[in-house]
Every structure is written in C-alpha cells, then in structure tokens.
C-alpha cells in the first residue's frame, strides 16, 4: 500500500474519531440535543479535500449504524438514521462536500466563513424537514425545536472554525492529504 493511502486511512480514521468524540459533548435543551458535533464536521470539511471529508463522515455514520455508541450521548445503532433527528446526521453529508468544495488553503476568513454557513445550513434544512415529517409536528413547531436554539451556538462554533483555520492552514500545508 502507497504512503498517501495509507496516510488517507488514517486521517479519514482520525476525522471520524474528531466527529464521535466531539458528538458526546452534550446538552440537552429540547428535542433535538446542543452538540459539537457541526463543530467537528466544519473542521473536517475546512481542512480535508471533499473526497476525505466525505469518507469521514460516511465511516462516522456507518460505525453508528452498526451499534458503535459514536452518535450524540453515546448512542448508536441503524435506527437512528431514520429517527427523528436522522436529517441532521445524512445532513453532515451536504455540510462536508459543500464546505470542503468551497473552501481551499488559502482562503480568505470570509469565504471560510460563507462556506460553513452554507454547509451548516444545508445540515440545518435537511434536519429541519425531516423532523417535520417524522414526528407529523407543525412548521412552526419544527422549526422552534430544531433550528431557532441552535442559530446562536453554530454561528459561534463557525467562528471557531473559521478562526481555527487561520492557524492550522501552516500546520496542514506540509501534510500532502490536506488541501493544495
């Protein structure tokens, strides 16, 4: 096996471990719990070229899925991908291939930015919808549970991100897996 597939398995492994330890930060403030587990798909998705990023989230869900206890509160298993919150979870997906797309080493901290607010807002829709027609609950409802308590907190975990960039990119642009 060549050094970048195997320097890809590890970081792809390394990602998706960065996603299962950051979803047990928990609290619980309704339906659907505060996490950190955007934070962690932003930094993935900033960092790692779409076909890594990817690939991390994938191995995230299909660890779950398989009954690992990587989702939010130690929970796992292939029920959860078609619960309620299972939209926020396919929702990673949009998140890591639009950011990883549109972000590169160099961008600047505004594109950064822009694209973790795209990407986290496509998590955002798809999980809002699909709670909508899981549990049968309103619109308005939906939307109260699901999107309205956590605008705050993504804002400042893309912050984070977007700040946290600026200082990996020296770091990252020796490591030939990351973006070039």
Not at 17 to 31: C, F, N, Y
């Amino acid at each position: 096996m060549q050094k970048n597939n195997i320097q890809t398995i590890i970081y792809v492994a390394l990602g998706a471990a960065l996603i299962a330890a950051l979803s047990q930060v928990t609290l619980s403030i309704g339906l659907v719990p505060f996490t950190l587990q955007t934070l962690a798909i932003g930094l993935i998705a900033t960092s790692f070229k779409p076909k890594e990023a990817i690939l991390s989230i994938l191995i995230y869900l299909l660890l779950g899925a398989l009954g690992l206890p990587v989702f939010a509160g130690f929970s796992g298993g292939f029920a959860a991908l078609f619960s309620p919150t299972a939209g926020f979870l396919w929702g990673f997906l949009l998140f890591a291939t639009v950011t990883s797309i549109l972000t590169k080493p160099n961008s600047s901290l505004a594109k950064v930015f822009l694209a973790n607010l795209i990407g986290d807002s496509l998590c955002f829709l798809l999980g809002f919808v699909v709670f909508k027609f899981v549990t049968g609950a309103s619109w308005t409802d939906s939307l109260a549970w699901t999107v309205l308590p956590f605008v705050l907190p993504d804002l400042f975990k893309i912050a984070i991100i977007t700040l946290a960039h600026r200082f990996l990119k020296p770091v990252l642009k020796d490591i030939t897996y990351f973006k070039a």
